[in-house]
């Protein structure tokens, strides 16, 4: 995750609070080397994360399973779930807050 997601990952969790669960994956997918535990401690130290970062397993082709199994292309990537588990956005690159809140707000008034 790059320091742009993160920020915007902690703004929804701010906006929405207990009525959005947001959570973060760290998906090693080049400079295996250099991203071992103690830099993602570091990482979501500095730039202070105050949700829970989940990381991806390795494989043996260098793409983490997680990453694979939802075709992510990088960082960072958006993944909205619904309230019923259903992946409703896969989105890589940045997006504006604003079609980000909006379409929140629409999964948090779909019927449950």
């Excluded at 400079?31 to 202070?48: D, W």
């Excluded at 956005?89 to 449950?112: C, K, S, W, Y």
Aim: hydrophobic letters at 40%.
């Amino acid at each position: 995750m790059r320091s742009d997601g993160i920020s915007q990952a902690i703004r929804l969790r701010q906006t929405f609070g207990e009525d959005v669960v947001v959570l973060g994956l760290h998906t090693v997918f080049e400079h295996h080397e250099a991203m071992q535990p103690v830099s993602l401690r570091a990482y979501l130290h500095e730039f202070q994360v105050p949700f829970p970062v989940a990381v991806d397993r390795p494989r043996g082709n260098g793409i983490p399973a997680t990453m694979s199994r939802l075709d992510l292309r990088g960082t960072a990537t958006l993944l909205l779930v619904d309230k019923r588990g259903g992946l409703r956005a896969n989105h890589f690159g940045a997006i504006d807050d604003l079609p980000l809140g909006a379409a929140v707000e629409r999964l948090l008034h779909e019927p449950d």
